[in-house]
């Protein structure tokens, strides 16, 4: 429950057209309580005139309301103790509403204790009443309808920077300051030093959040406790907990609006002090510096291998990148990082700040004594050696699990007592899907989440050692910031055949412009519109002694999971 939260919140949402009452326009862009009008319009919290209702104007009485203040795209109206029932209007619409949709109100979470109702943008309504005591669930239409609104906010775009988070999280109370946490930033490797970091501090008896970012298939993937992701009831509730605090933090102003990141990322914090996590393993979003997540106090700052990506934000060279990245390091935390050309700038900001720095390749060493296409064996040295298996793939996972191990390390010299058997079993049952994953075979299929230049190199390192000789066919998706050219002169040599698709977001490159990429390379790539389609497509191709390897950016790797595995949840 959030701070300063009483009575019951429905957030109600409509365009502000002409006809709609001056006292309802003031408080649309304001925020005030609501004035004692003896108006009929005063006397409801209802559509204006010139919206169309398809039920008639049961709504909210006017001597129940006792505030209303801008949520996003709407009103978040405070209701006085709900009496047993609350009942409103099954939909509401107007041609102002944004792309032209219906403005419908839906059943979202249900009802809390506080009798919070959540009224998003979408296509189906629900109807009739709602009753406060009966805790009704959030039903999947429900859940669509607020992950459909979630990521509208990324209308808003990438705005690094840490006031409006800062903003956010005061008026939640600062939830990030209840459990204690270690930070993970680079560029490829982040989210696998994150679960191994996670598995093993469960092993050790721990309750551990886990924040990372994007997810494969489902939003929920990114907020987990104890290896098990938020429910979408606990995300639609929370969401709906988070307005009053949005309001506040916008205040009005799109400049001031929290972008999806930072919404996620204060809903991820409030969720792990709500279930009283000990400590939270958080991965950064961009950057470092200016990311929503930075502003947690780690006990140890991790720092992953850096290449060169987002440079439009972050700049144009590693040292830049790296200067950024460093920005997650605070005074009184350790810092873990590895052997690379940007360490001297990693370890003058931790020396800066007091921060003693471990250095994967330094002192910790990892030896990869075997691997199969079932796991990896390997030896652990920092002053005295331990053998763990891993059963992620991938010649680039050795140094991921030294970063990680050295993390666990330097944790259990902060106070935590993680005993050497949490740390083998921990290593040992980790799971971190769409990394150089088998998913089936008879043909193989392979679900590979490289996204960026850095990492294209070790997927075909990886590709060469589990499957010597083979040409797999190539399932391709790639997003339009990426470079081609990378990806075409790296994979090309490899590739048999190569079957291309758009993965559903804008960024993605259409797939004529990666056809034209590898015109000199693979002759005639198939195009299909869908990853799912080119996933089939791609199985018929290989037959059953085949190799398919379906690879290009998370979305890919994502959308052909969820077809291969079937939905989860």
Not at 21 to 36: F, N, V
Not at 374 to 398: A, C, F, T
Not at 540 to 550: D, F, I, K, N, P
Request: aromatic share 4%; hydrophobic share 40%.
């Amino acid at each position: 429950m959030l701070p300063g939260s009483r009575d019951a919140q429905i957030v109600v949402r409509f365009g502000m057209p002409p006809g709609m009452p001056a006292w309802l326009q003031s408080i649309a862009r304001e925020g005030s309580r609501i004035p004692d009008h003896g108006s009929p319009a005063a006397r409801t919290v209802t559509s204006p005139p010139t919206v169309r209702e398809r039920h008639s104007a049961r709504a909210i009485p006017r001597d129940r309301v006792t505030q209303a203040l801008p949520a996003s795209r709407g009103l978040l109206v405070t209701i006085a103790e709900p009496a047993a029932t609350v009942v409103l209007p099954s939909s509401i619409g107007h041609p102002t509403g944004p792309r032209g949709t219906t403005l419908s109100i839906h059943r979202l979470g249900g009802l809390n204790s506080r009798g919070e109702i959540r009224v998003p943008i979408g296509n189906a309504s629900a109807s009739g009443t709602f009753n406060p005591a009966a805790g009704i669930p959030a039903g999947p239409m429900d859940y669509e309808a607020l992950l459909n609104e979630l990521y509208h906010l990324e209308r808003f775009g990438i705005k690094l920077g840490l006031e409006t988070i800062t903003d956010l999280l005061g008026h939640m109370g600062n939830p990030h300051r209840r459990f204690k946490t270690l930070h993970v930033t680079g560029t490829n490797g982040k989210g696998s030093v994150c679960a191994y970091v996670a598995s093993v501090l469960r092993k050790a008896g721990y309750r551990v959040g886990l924040y990372t970012s994007p997810h494969l298939v489902r939003f929920n993937e990114r907020i987990q406790v104890d290896g098990v992701e938020i429910p979408d009831a606990d995300v639609a509730r929370i969401y709906a907990e988070m307005q009053p605090a949005i309001a506040k933090t916008s205040g009005g102003s799109k400049v001031r609006q929290p972008t999806f990141f930072e919404v996620t990322t204060a809903m991820a914090f409030h969720y792990f002090a709500e279930r009283k996590v000990d400590i939270g393993v958080i991965e950064v979003g961009m950057g470092g510096r200016m990311d929503a997540t930075n502003v947690i106090n780690p006990l140890v700052a991790v720092l992953t291998r850096i290449g060169l990506e987002h440079t439009e934000h972050l700049g144009k060279t590693e040292d830049r990148i790296a200067r950024e990245k460093a920005g997650i390091i605070k005074a009184g935390c350790r810092v873990v990082t590895v052997d690379q050309p940007t360490l001297p700038i990693i370890a003058a900001q931790a020396h800066a700040l007091g921060c003693p720095v471990t250095v994967v390749g330094r002192d910790v060493r990892v030896e990869r004594l075997g691997f199969d296409r079932s796991g990896q064996r390997l030896r652990m040295d920092d002053g005295g050696k331990v053998e763990l298996r891993i059963p992620l793939l991938g010649s680039y996972q050795p140094e991921n699990a030294a970063i990680a191990y050295a993390a666990v390390r330097d944790l259990a010299k902060m106070g935590l007592e993680i005993p050497r058997e949490a740390i083998a079993a921990g290593f040992r049952e980790v799971s971190w899907p769409g990394r150089m994953q088998i998913v089936r075979s008879d043909p193989t299929v392979v679900v590979d989440g490289t996204h960026n230049a850095p990492g294209v190199p070790t997927l075909v390192a990886s590709l060469r050692e589990l499957f010597p000789g083979e040409k797999p066919v190539f399932v391709l998706g790639i997003l339009d910031d990426k470079d081609l050219g990378v990806f075409a002169d790296a994979l090309a040599p490899l590739a048999g055949r190569l079957v291309l698709a758009r993965p559903d977001t804008p960024r993605a490159y259409p797939p004529e412009a990666i056809a034209r990429a590898f015109a000199a390379h693979v002759p005639d790539p198939e195009i299909v519109p869908k990853v799912s389609e080119a996933v089939d497509r791609a199985i018929a191709l290989a037959g059953r002694r085949g190799l398919v390897v379906v690879t290009g950016s998370i979305y890919t790797a994502g959308e052909a999971l969820a077809h291969l595995q079937g939905p989860k949840g």
